[in-house]
């Protein structure tokens, strides 16, 4: 019975795989509009009823994003009727697959032009192909004259600042939000360390961390950035990239650029996670702890961080955990891109697996007020993203680790 059970299981299976791929040559002689149509074919009505969509589900987590027409994303949405929020890319929607499966639609406000096209079907493709726990599924895309929008899984319990920054965060359990931190950090690493091409975020920050049903962590808008590299958006808006308070050093000044800029970013996320709270409280400007990032340096400096930690009101049994956080983000925001680590390295910081030793001042460039130089500094010391002369050193009595940047 159970043997044959298994073998009904994969002839049905091989039956959709071929069905997949016939559908999606059909799709590819029918179009001969140029490289990018052939490679990303508007999906026929047909196939978009709920049994064959199915099917096209498992065909993207295996392979690419389908491409969808305006009437398409206009039926899914119910006419663009349910507005999930909205930020420098465009609005968001709320929709459903004819097959139930929820979706969220971000509607681009961009330009498009032949050029465009073929750049942003690369991009997609790229996006499409990354596959992590961690990561926001993207389904699929619309790329036409009137309408640009990428179309992702839909994630029921919104972004991780909405929880933060919200009476919510005091409901949460303080493990919990240790969970989502490692969550995040294994989604970057993916998108640095094991992706075919390394894809750098640019702006990494709690609004772009979405929570599904059971709080798990997605990273949101990766690739946004290089899909916004030839228009003028907040991303490369006069060299600006990023979000203020959570942009590395190098992106506001004319400094080589690396995956390292994600680093710093997830380190500022982290205070905001022990916080709960934003790093910057206008409430409490004149007092030390109006910048958390700096007032966190200053109470280890003191060796007072158990006092800042208490301040975050984190539960007695948490707090040798929440010192490692801490700790690791006072790394990643290191000033100097090739002494933050890599975020492998974080991940096994923030398990545990690792010892990690007193990070160095991450402010001293205030006080020395040398900016040029210690980048100067870098780029003598054959800065790339493989090898730099800056090699700190994590120790611990079973192990070492060495951050090579
Ligand atoms: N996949 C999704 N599932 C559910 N809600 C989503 C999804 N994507 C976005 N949203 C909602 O839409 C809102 C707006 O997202 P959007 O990415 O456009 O703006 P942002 O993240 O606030 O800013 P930025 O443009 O800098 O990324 C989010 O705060 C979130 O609540
Ligand atoms: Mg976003």
Redesign the pocket.
């Known amino acids: 019975m159970v043997i044959c059970y298994w073998i009904n299981k994969a002839k049905t299976a091989i039956s959709i795989i071929n069905e997949v791929k016939q559908l999606k040559a059909q799709s590819n002689s029918n179009s001969n509009s140029g490289a990018a149509h052939q490679a990303f074919p508007v999906i026929g009505n047909s196939q978009l009823e709920a049994s064959t969509m199915e099917r096209f589900l498992i065909d993207i987590a295996r392979e690419k994003p389908i491409r969808f027409a305006p009437s398409h994303l206009a039926a899914f949405t119910l006419n663009f009727s349910e507005e ?9 929607y ?1 929709g459903r697959f004819p097959s139930g499966v929820l979706i ?1 639609v ?1 509607v681009l406000n961009r330009s498009s032009g032949k050029r465009m096209e073929e750049q942003f079907m690369a991009e997609v493709g790229t996006i499409g192909r990354t596959y992590h726990a961690n990561l ?1 599924k993207l389904y699929g895309f619309c790329f036409d004259p009137n309408m640009q929008a990428l179309v ?5 319990n ?2 991780l ?2 929880l933060l920054f919200s009476d919510l965060s005091k409901t949460i359990e303080w493990e919990k939000l240790h969970e989502i931190a490692i969550g995040i950090a294994k989604g970057i690493a993916y998108l640095h360390e094991e992706c075919q091409q390394r894809i750098i975020h640019y ?1 990494i ?1 709690p ?2 961390v ?1 929570l599904d049903s059971g709080l798990n962590p997605k990273v ?2 990766f690739g ?1 950035a290089k899909l916004y590299n030839q228009s003028s958006t ?1 991303v490369l808006m006069s060299g600006w990239r990023g ?1 203020p308070g959570y942009a590395a050093p190098e992106l506001w000044a004319p400094f080589p650029v690396t995956y390292k800029c994600d680093v710093y970013s997830f380190g500022m996320l982290l205070f905001e996670l022990i916080g709960r709270r934003r790093n910057h409280d206008a409430n409490l400007i004149g007092y030390s702890q109006e910048w958390l990032p700096q007032w966190t340096y200053e109470m280890l400096k003191k060796n007072e961080l158990l006092e800042m930690i208490s301040y975050c009101k984190i539960p007695e049994e948490n707090k040798e955990k929440a010192k490692r956080i801490v700790l690791v983000a006072l790394w990643c925001i290191q000033y100097l891109p090739a002494k933050r680590p890599l975020m492998s390295t974080v991940v096994k910081m923030l398990e545990g697996a690792v010892e990690i030793a007193l990070p160095p001042n991450p402010f001293s460039y205030l006080e020395a007020n040398n900016l040029n130089s210690a980048f100067n500094s870098e780029i003598d010391g054959n800065y790339d993203s493989s090898s730099s002369s800056i090699k700190p050193v994590i120790q611990s009595s079973n192990c070492k680790i060495e951050i090579i940047s």
């Open positions: 999930l929020g909205s930020g420098s890319f465009g609005v968001v709320k969220a971000k926001v992702y899984e839909y994630m029921e919104g972004s600042d909405k702006d920050k609004g772009n979405l949101a808008d946004l907040h979000t």
